[in-house]
C-alpha cells in the first residue's frame, strides 16, 4: 500500500521504516530540512536500536524515502500518518498546533482519490473529529477520506522491536472502509510474519470509537506512570521501616494480577510521554469537570521523587555547596538519546542552585552538544566524569554502568560515594570497590 507519514520523529520515522520493510511503499515528510537531508543520505536522526539498518534497506528496495513536500506526501500516500509531536502547554494542555498545520495542509492537498488519514500522535480526546473539520474544511467539497484513530505503544529505546511485536493493534473510528484497510495495512505484523516468535497468536486488533482509542492511548500512559509512582511511593515507606523495595516488587509483581513490569523504584518518570499525556489527562478531566485526583498525586510523587537522589546526597554529603556531584546516565531511559523532560536534567539544576558543580556522562550526549545546563560539564567516558567528584549519581540504567572498573573510578574520587538512583547496580560490588553506596528504598544497603 501506499503510505505517507507525516513528521518523521520517533514514532513517525521507526513507523514510516518499519511498514517499508514489510513490503508498504513509504514517504515520510518533514517540515524539518536538516532531518530530511540526514535521512536521505541514509542516517537516522534518532539514536534508535536496529533502526538505521531497517531504515537503510527499505531505501535501498526503493520503497522508503523523505521530502519536505507535503504536497507531493499526500498525493502519494492512500493511508496518510500524523505523526507530528503534541508537547504539553505551561498548562498541561496538549500543544496540538503541528497536528492542526498538518491537518489543513493535508485537506488543502486531498485529490479526488479515497484515503484515510491516521492519527498517530497522541491527542486530546475528541481529536478525531476536529481533524476530520480541519481537513474538510481546507480541501474541495468532493473529496472523499474517513479519519481513524491508532494510537502508538512503542517505547524508545525498543521501539523497531515493540513495532514488529505489539501487544495489540488499536483502531478508532467508523468508517468500515477506512478500519479494513488498516487492517490489512498492518496484516504482516497482526500475521506474525514479522514477530521474534512466529509461533505466538495474531495481533489483537482493538476496534473502537474515535474517543475510546484516543482514551486508550492516555488511560495506558496514566495507568504505568502511576505504577512506577506507586512503587516509588512503596520505597519511600520502605527507606524509613528497613524494607527492602526489590524484595517487595518482587513479591508483589509475582502476583499475577499485579505483574513485575513497572514496579522499579528510582528517581521516577520522565521522557516526552508520561509527563505530557498525564498532564493531559488531568487538564481533560478538569475541562469536562472532575478532578482527577489520582492522577494529580502521581504527578506530586513523581515531582518530588526527581529530588530524591538530593535528599540522599545531603543525608551523606552535608552542604551541598562546593560539593562536584557526577551524573551517570542523561537521557530519561537507555537506548534513547531522548532528553526531553529526563528527571537527570531536573536533578543537574537541582544540584547547581544549592551552590554544587555538576558534571555528567551520558553514552549518548558529546561533550560538545551538552545540554542546557550543563555546558563544559559532560564527560568523554566515566573515567573522566569520576575525577574529583564527591559522589555519583546513576540516573539512566545504561548496561555500560553496571561493568565499569568501580575500583579505579573510586580512587579518583574526593569521596567513594555512589547514589544508585534506578536501583540499578550490586550493592556488594561496589562495596567491595570501595563505595558508600545508597539505593532507593534499599535501607539495608547502606
Ligand atoms: P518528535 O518530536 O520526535 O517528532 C515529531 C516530528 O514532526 C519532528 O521531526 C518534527 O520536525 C515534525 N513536524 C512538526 N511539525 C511538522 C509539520 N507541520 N509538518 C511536518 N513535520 C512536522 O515526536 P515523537 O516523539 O515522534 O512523537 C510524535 C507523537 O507520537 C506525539 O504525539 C507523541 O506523544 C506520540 N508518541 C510518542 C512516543 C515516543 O516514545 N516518542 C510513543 C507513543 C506516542
Not at 25 to 42: I, P, R, T
Not at 293 to 318: C, F, H, M, T
Not at 395 to 403: G, I, L, N, P
Amino acid at each position: 500500500m501506499r503510505v505517507c507519514v507525516i513528521g518523521t520523529g520517533y514514532v513517525g520515522l521507526v513507523t514510516g521504516a518499519c511498514l517499508a520493510h514489510i513490503g508498504h511503499d513509504v514517504v515520510g515528510v518533514d517540515n524539518n530540512a536538516a532531518k530530511v537531508a540526514q535521512m536521505q543520505a541514509g542516517i537516522s536522526p534518532i539514536v534508535e536500536p536496529g533502526l538505521e539498518t531497517i531504515m537503510t534497506g527499505a531505501m535501498q528496495a526503493q520503497r522508503l524515502a523523505f521530502t519536505t513536500d507535503i504536497a507531493a506526501g499526500v498525493r502519494h500516500g492512500e493511508v496518510i500518518f500524523i505523526a507530528v509531536g503534541t508537547p504539553a502547554l505551561p498548562s498541561g494542555e496538549s500543544d496540538t498546533r503541528a497536528v492542526e498545520a498538518v491537518a489543513r495542509a493535508i485537506g488543502t492537498h486531498l485529490d479526488g482519490n479515497y484515503k484515510v488519514i491516521v492519527n498517530k500522535s497522541t491527542v486530546p480526546i475528541g481529536s478525531g473529529d476536529w481533524v476530520r473539520m480541519l481537513v474538510s474544511e481546507n480541501a474541495a467539497p468532493d473529496v472523499d477520506f474517513d479519519v481513524v484513530s491508532n494510537p502508538e505503544f512503542l517505547r524508545e529505546g525498543s521501539a523497531v522491536f515493540d513495532t514488529f511485536n505489539p501487544d495489540r493493534i488499536v483502531l478508532g473510528g467508523s468508517g468500515r472502509r477506512a478500519v479494513a484497510l488498516m487492517k490489512k495495512l498492518y496484516e504482516p505484523i497482526t500475521q506474525r510474519q514479522v514477530a521474534a516468535e512466529a509461533a505466538l497468536p495474531p495481533v489483537p486488533v482493538v476496534v473502537t470509537d474515535l474517543a475510546s482509542a484516543e482514551m486508550i492511548k492516555y488511560a495506558a500512559n496514566a495507568f504505568l506512570a502511576t505504577k512506577i509512582s506507586f512503587i516509588n511511593e512503596v520505597a519511600n515507606i520502605c527507606d524509613r521501616v528497613g524494607a527492602d523495595v526489590q524484595q517487595v516488587a518482587l513479591g508483589m509483581g509475582l502476583d499475577s494480577r499485579i505483574g513485575g513490569k513497572f514496579l522499579q523504584a528510582g528517581l521516577g518518570w520522565g521522557g516526552s510521554c508520561f509527563p505530557k499525556d498525564v498532564a493531559a489527562l488531568v487538564h481533560t478531566a478538569c475541562d469536562y469537570g472532575y478532578e482527577a485526583k489520582l492522577l494529580a498525586a502521581a504527578v506530586a510523587v513523581n515531582r518530588s521523587q526527581r529530588y530524591l537522589a538530593i535528599e540522599k546526597l545531603r543525608q551523606s554529603l552535608g552542604i551541598l555547596k562546593g560539593k562536584t556531584i557526577g551524573l551517570l546516565g542523561l537521557t530519561f531511559k537507555p537506548d534513547t538519546d531522548d532528553l526531553r523532560d529526563a528527571p537527570a536534567l531536573d536533578l543537574a539544576a537541582e544540584c547547581r542552585r544549592l551552590g554544587a558543580r555538576v558534571k555528567a556522562y551520558d553514552p549518548t550526549v558529546r561533550p560538545e552538544r551538552p545540554p542546557a545546563g550543563l555546558e563544559a560539564g559532560v564527560a568523554v567516558c566515566p573515567e573522566s566524569l569520576a575525577v574529583g567528584c564527591d559522589a555519583l549519581v546513576l540516573v539512566t540504567e545504561w548496561a555500560e554502568f553496571r561493568t565499569l572498573d568501580y575500583a579505579g573510578l573510586a580512587r579518583s574520587m574526593a569521596r567513594a560515594l555512589i547514589v544508585d538512583g534506578r536501583n540499578f547496580l550490586d550493592p556488594q560490588i561496589l562495596a567491595a570497590a570501595g563505595f558508600t553506596y545508597v539505593g532507593i528504598g534499599k535501607p539495608g544497603a547502606k
